[in-house]
């Protein structure tokens, strides 16, 4: 007879009291597993570059009505940590069936199909393979961390790529001398010219505010490995041809332009070396609600990691017919929960009415603005996000070693974003005490995100301090 699996928040969403934590299912299934004979499970993500990432826990024996369990924890669990870690070779140890079973599932005509055509062909370029083997056969862990960031000696440059505008700053040993925003347009242009000539363009303005450039580092929402382009939402207009011609290999042809240390990370990986950098902290977790749900990691020795971080993805609520993510079509996914994706399907709940072809970022400022004058529907939607987020920061928080959590992004602009987060507070210290106790909330400030972001960006690359002499204010 299978375990039976009893989910109990002690917060109801408000508008969403269906939502089924991930934390709490996961804490419920382990429950089960302690009271029976377990079997231990290993999984092993292997990257392109040969690093590999091992997660060991244990599962109910893989037998009778147990099994359906087993394959939702299992499926749920390789999920997290394809978007977190990254991999193009899964190895399962310790349970055949499993294996076997998550073979299937990311198979190129299996449920999670897009995982295996992402992760294969357009993270790693070779196909996503999941194999077998007996749990003490599972290769033993190969970390690596990017020696990124914190570079502040020099003159610099630093840039952010964002889907309105691009921001760039000229920095002279660590300190901003000059900033600047310039609106476009990338997601709707389908001639790679534009990317290089517009990033050109604002790389030029701040040279000019600088005696010599020493090297430049930048920052942009996507999947960079080793500054080569992997996938990215600016780029989506340009032709598959022109992308593999052109903007596969855009970074590396700035680098080869100016000829000199030139570094790109995804933009949370920047925004969380940020936050480490103010803080004087490291273990941060960066969570930007945006656009979508950006994320980014730097470690207890302070290093930026070779991980994905990307946890739109991943999923965060496990009752069954969760909303969808229209993109990768799985259910439950955290770019539905803390983005403005999430306050824009909130509406209806609440009974905010706002015509269909309004654009997300407006409906969220009139919601927001509703929030600032006291309306108890928009008020009702962060509360929501919030509980959500308390619940949700326990599920990440299973899988980083997190003392700082740094929250931003548009959504967490005004009253409503501070319901929120106190309201992910109270869940927190409600069902999570000891995770409470030990994490940090920061919030930074309008100057600490515009000069802290460009400075960590143009801290990305290495140079010799001996070949560049103190550049005094």
Not at 9 to 33: E, G, I, K, T
Not at 192 to 218: E, K, M, T, W
Not at 309 to 321: C, H, K, Q, S, T
Not at 428 to 445: N, Q, S, V, Y
Request: aromatic share 8%; glycine share 10%.
């Amino acid at each position: 007879m299978a375990p039976s699996l009893s989910v109990t928040p002690q917060f109801r969403s408000p508008l969403d009291p269906d939502f089924v934590p991930a934390a709490l299912w996961n804490r419920a299934y382990h429950a089960a597993v302690s009271e029976t004979h377990s079997t231990p499970l290993a999984v092993a993500l292997e990257r392109g570059d040969g690093s590999v990432s091992v997660y060991r826990t244990a599962v109910l024996p893989h037998q009778g009505a147990n099994v359906e369990w087993n394959c939702r924890y299992a499926e749920r669990l390789l999920k997290f940590l394809l978007w977190q870690k990254g991999g193009c070779r899964v190895i399962v140890g310790g349970e055949p069936g499993l294996a076997g079973y998550l073979g299937a599932a990311y198979s190129p005509k299996g449920a999670r199909a897009f995982d295996h055509q992402f992760m294969g062909d357009r993270v790693y370029g070779r196909p996503l393979t999941v194999e077998s083997a007996a749990y003490d056969a599972v290769p033993d862990e190969r970390e690596t961390t990017a020696p990124l960031g914190r570079h502040l000696n020099g003159c610099r440059i630093g840039f952010d790529l964002g889907a309105s505008d691009r921001k760039c700053a000229a920095v002279m040993d660590g300190r901003a001398v000059w900033s600047d925003e310039t609106p476009w347009n990338p997601s709707t242009q389908s001639d790679p010219q534009y990317h290089f000539d517009g990033i050109q363009d604002s790389l030029r303005r701040a040279a000019a505010h600088l005696p010599r450039v020493d090297a430049i580092g930048g920052s942009a929402a996507g999947v960079y490995v080793n500054s080569q382009v992997r996938v990215g939402s600016l780029y989506r207009s340009v032709p598959a041809p022109l992308f593999e011609a052109r903007i596969r290999n855009l970074f590396l042809d700035l680098r080869a332009a100016w000829g000199i240390p030139f570094e790109v990370v995804n933009d949370g990986e920047v925004t969380a070396l940020a936050g480490s950098m103010a803080l004087g902290d490291n273990a941060v977790l960066g969570v930007a609600m945006g656009s979508s749900l950006a994320t980014g990691y730097v470690t207890p020795r302070g290093a930026i990691t070779g991980w994905l971080n990307e946890l739109a993805f991943v999923p965060v609520d496990y009752r069954p017919g969760a909303p969808l993510d229209e993109w990768s079509g799985d259910s439950g996914a955290g770019v539905q929960y803390f983005s403005q994706q999430a306050v824009g399907r909130l509406l209806a709940p609440a009974g905010i009415q706002l015509p269909q072809e309004v654009p997300l970022p407006v409906k969220l400022e009139q919601v927001q603005h509703l929030a600032a004058g006291g309306d108890a529907r928009a008020l009702r939607i962060f509360e929501t996000i919030g509980v959500w987020f308390g619940y949700t920061i326990a599920h990440f928080a299973d899988f980083y070693e997190v003392r700082n959590l740094l929250v931003l992004g548009r959504v967490m602009t005004g009253v409503g974003g501070d319901l929120l987060l106190s309201t992910a507070r109270r869940v927190l210290a409600a069902e999570f005490p000891d995770l409470a106790e030990r994490i940090r909330f920061h919030i930074p400030g309008e100057q600490e995100k515009r000069h802290g972001q460009a400075i960590a960006a143009a801290s990305l690359p290495a140079i010799p301090a001996t070949e560049i002499p103190h550049v005094s204010s």
